[in-house]
């Protein structure tokens, strides 16, 4: 079985206000010393074992580009594994 394990982000100068708020709120509790926070989505996706590596990842590239994120606005990386 192989796992792929996505992280999807803004990009740079994209507004992000869940963070904006997140890092309001860490100041309100007393951690002044954060100079920036972003938010990001975490996917895992099982893919079937008798799948070839390329294939994986061209299957994962296209997921990630056409219903995980939103090219225009986000970023994504990912990390393939082959799993038991």
Do not use: E, I
């Given at each position: 079985m192989w796992l792929a394990k996505v992280v999807v982000s803004y990009k740079e100068g994209i507004l992000d206000p869940e963070a904006k708020t997140i890092q309001?709120?860490?100041k309100t509790l007393g951690y002044q010393n954060i100079e920036e926070l972003s938010v990001g989505k975490y996917f895992e996706i099982?893919?079937?074992s008798n799948l070839e590596r390329s294939d994986v990842e061209k299957l994962v590239r296209e997921i990630c580009?056409?219903?995980l994120s939103n090219p225009v606005i986000q970023r994504y990386n990912y990390e393939i594994v082959e799993t038991e």
């Open positions: 309001k709120a860490l099982k893919l079937k580009d056409r219903v």
